[in-house]
């Protein structure tokens, strides 16, 4: 069996160097990682083999994995003891993500033992780290190898990506409450939700979605805070940040990106009632309307710029109007602020 390549670190208790594709030694581990680490050795009864345990990792070639991947642990124990055991765990931000205790196998034609486990997938952000462990028996010392840390790379998505990256990046941004649409192509839904980010985390203003937007919602970060979280079923528009949220029981359901009154046509803050509800188009291109203030309402228009451009209303994407429309009851009240 060939275990060459990869990402390769071999680390003795007793000091000793040897060969596991092309082992190096690791830096000292800090305190943490030692108590982490510690090995059982136990009362010793009487002579037992030597152990020598060398860990690789592979699939992640130059310390990175690419997000939501899994890595492939391999430890082998030199020399090869019958029904020893090892185990090998795989640690992020000083938790054990997961962990396998797993009967070494014989390498053939060689005196070496293997064991092997796949991670789960790798997708917070932050070191990961995986180590294997022999405890000792009482025919066979014990030891540990500790791999060389690594982490997730997010990648850049562009519009018209389909595959499983950017079916991951819309559920983590729909987990956080973007409106993202159907489907899993970086479609025009996917784009108007970028920017609904970017707004929210007071972003530059595009609908690309860079490796930093996936990080973060990767790592659960990255969604709207309410202000009027104890107002029940009711509707949020941020000024200063150009979005609009439709919420409920506490959460952020659905946040849009919408364009809100031109600094010479402000839109009134403060908190108003919805009261009116008209369908389709009317005769100057509003559609899908709802009031809430006088002659403000909030609907779909064929301009929805990154910036605040309407004669007052709360412009939302067209695509998006009928779902707002529906969603909203007569009563409900809109909280307009920043």
Same mark, same amino acid.
């Given at each position: 069996?060939s275990l060459?390549?990869?990402?390769?670190?071999?680390?003795?208790l007793?000091?000793a160097?040897?060969a596991?594709g092309?082992?190096?030694?690791?830096?000292?581990a800090?305190?943490?990682?030692?108590a982490? #680490?510690a090995?059982?050795r &136990?009362?010793?009864?009487?002579p037992?083999?030597?152990?020598?345990?060398?860990i690789?990792?592979?699939?992640a070639?130059?310390?990175?994995?690419?997000?939501n991947?899994?890595?492939h642990?391999?430890?082998?124990?030199k020399?090869?003891v019958p029904?020893e055991?090892?185990?090998?765990?795989?640690?992020?931000g000083?938790?054990?993500?997961?962990?396998?205790?797993l009967k070494?196998r014989?390498?053939k034609?060689?005196?070496a033992g293997?064991v092997?486990?796949?991670?789960d997938?790798?997708?917070?952000?932050g070191?990961y780290?995986?180590?294997?462990?022999?405890? &000792?028996?009482?025919?066979?010392?014990?030891?540990?190898?500790?791999?060389?840390?690594?982490?997730?790379?997010?990648?850049d998505?562009?519009p018209?990506?389909n595959n499983?990256?950017?079916?991951?990046f819309k559920k983590?941004?729909?987990?956080?409450?973007y409106?993202?649409g159907?489907?899993?192509r970086y479609d025009?839904?996917?784009?108007?939700a970028?920017?609904?980010?970017?707004?929210?985390?007071?972003?530059?203003?595009?609908?690309?979605a860079?490796?930093?937007?996936?990080?973060?919602l990767?790592?659960?970060?990255?969604?709207?805070?309410?202000?009027?979280?104890?107002?029940g079923?009711?509707v949020e528009?941020?000024?200063?940040?150009q979005?609009m949220?439709?919420a409920?029981r506490?959460?952020?359901?659905?946040?849009?990106h919408v364009?809100?009154?031109?600094?010479?046509?402000?839109s009134?803050r403060g908190t108003f009632?919805?009261?009116?509800? #008209?369908p389709?188009?009317?005769?100057?291109?509003m559609?899908?309307?709802?009031?809430?203030?006088?002659?403000?309402a909030?609907?779909?228009?064929?301009?929805?710029?990154?910036?605040?451009?309407?004669?007052?209303?709360i412009?939302?994407?067209?695509?998006?109007?009928?779902?707002?429309?529906?969603?909203?009851n007569? &009563?409900?009240?809109?909280h307009?602020?920043?």
């Open positions: 069996m060459a390549g990869g990402l390769v670190l071999a680390l003795g007793a000091g160097s040897g596991f092309q082992d190096e030694l690791p830096a000292p800090s305190a943490d990682e030692a982490d #680490d090995v059982d &136990g009362p010793i009864p009487g037992r083999e030597p152990a020598r345990v060398y690789q990792v592979k699939n070639s130059g310390g990175t994995v690419g997000v991947e899994k890595v642990v391999f430890a082998k124990i020399p090869y029904d055991v090892m185990q090998i765990r795989v640690s992020h000083g938790k054990t993500d997961k962990k396998r205790n070494v014989k390498i034609n060689r005196n293997i092997d486990m796949k991670s997938p790798i997708l917070d952000p070191d780290r995986a180590v294997a462990v022999h405890r &000792g028996s009482p025919a066979q010392e014990p030891d540990i190898a500790r791999s060389r840390k690594f982490h997730p790379k997010f990648p998505l562009d018209g990506n499983s990256k950017v079916r991951l983590l941004l729909d987990e956080e409450g409106y993202i159907g489907g899993s025009d839904g996917t784009s108007r970028v920017m609904a980010f970017r707004k929210v985390n007071k972003m530059s203003r595009s609908f690309n860079s490796p930093e937007i996936f990080k973060k990767a790592g659960g970060k990255g969604g709207f805070n309410l202000k009027y979280p104890g107002a079923k009711h528009v941020d000024i200063s940040r979005v949220v439709l409920n506490g959460k952020a359901q659905q946040i849009f364009s809100t009154g031109a600094p010479s046509t402000p009134d009632r919805f009261y009116r509800k #008209d389709g188009y009317n005769s100057i291109g559609y899908y309307s709802v009031y809430y203030n006088r002659g403000e909030t609907h779909g228009y064929k301009s929805v710029p990154p910036y605040n451009a309407s004669h007052g209303c412009r939302n994407p067209i695509p998006n109007s009928v779902y707002i429309y529906n969603w909203i007569l &009563g409900n009240t809109m307009v602020y920043g």
